[in-house]
Structure formats: C-alpha cells, structure tokens
Nanobody, 115 residues
Framework: QVQLVESGGGLVQPGGSLRLSCAASGSIFRLNPMGWYRQAPGKERELVAT???????NYADSVKGRFTISRDNAKNTVYLQMNSLKPEDTAVYYC?????????WGQGTQVTVSS
C-alpha cells in the first residue's frame, strides 16, 4: 500500500511563493507518474501539473509560467513550486500517484492566497 503525505501549504499574500512537497512510502515511486491536483470550495478537483517517470511535465493553462513540478526519485518526493500566487490559487492541493492498477491520493494541504 502506498501512502502519500503532502506538506508545505499555508497562508501567503498575493504575489508570494510556496513550495509543496509530497513524500511517498514504498519502493515504486520512481516507476510511476505523479501529479498535483487542487480543489477549491464548491468546485470540482482539477489537474494542476503532472510529471512522468522520465521527467516530462504538463501544466494547466492557469498555472503555466508560474508553477513548476519536479521529482526527486532518491527521496521519493514530488514538489510543486508555486510563484506569483493569486487569490484564485486558493484550494486544497493533493498529490496523486498513478500506477497500472491503482491511483493513490494524499490527504491534501491547504493553500490560501490572501492579503
């Protein structure tokens, strides 16, 4: 069973930065693509960014140029560097591991962008 634990959320002013981390248990992290998703109050969960095992990345249009996803296979960790944050980025952020047979989610970390 894979466990994903997110950290790094918090309250930040508009224009500020945060870096989210998601640590995975087990030994299959390096074998699977990872993603960050977010869910704002009253809205559906949406894709933010994904990264393949080879390091190829994909971003939602709303975060392109501001967010960067990366992974460190030695640490079993995926990161989301968020710059130039906007109030509309406020949401609970979740990481996801997609394997051949399953999808695993973390518990989420709250990001609030407000002055």
């Amino acid at each position: 069973q894979v466990q994903l634990v997110e950290s790094g959320g918090g309250l930040v002013q508009p224009g500020g930065s945060l870096r989210l981390s998601c640590a995975a248990s087990g030994s299959i992290f390096r074998l699977n693509p990872m993603g960050w998703y977010r869910q704002a109050p009253g809205k559906e969960r949406e894709l933010v960014a994904t990264i393949t095992t080879g390091g190829s990345t994909n971003y939602a249009d709303s975060v392109k140029g501001r967010f960067t996803i990366s992974r460190d296979n030695a640490k079993n960790t995926v990161y989301l560097q968020m710059n130039s944050l906007k109030p509309e980025d406020t949401a609970v952020y979740y990481c996801k591991m997609t394997t051949v047979l399953n999808a695993y989610w973390g518990q989420g970390t709250q990001v609030t962008v407000s002055s």
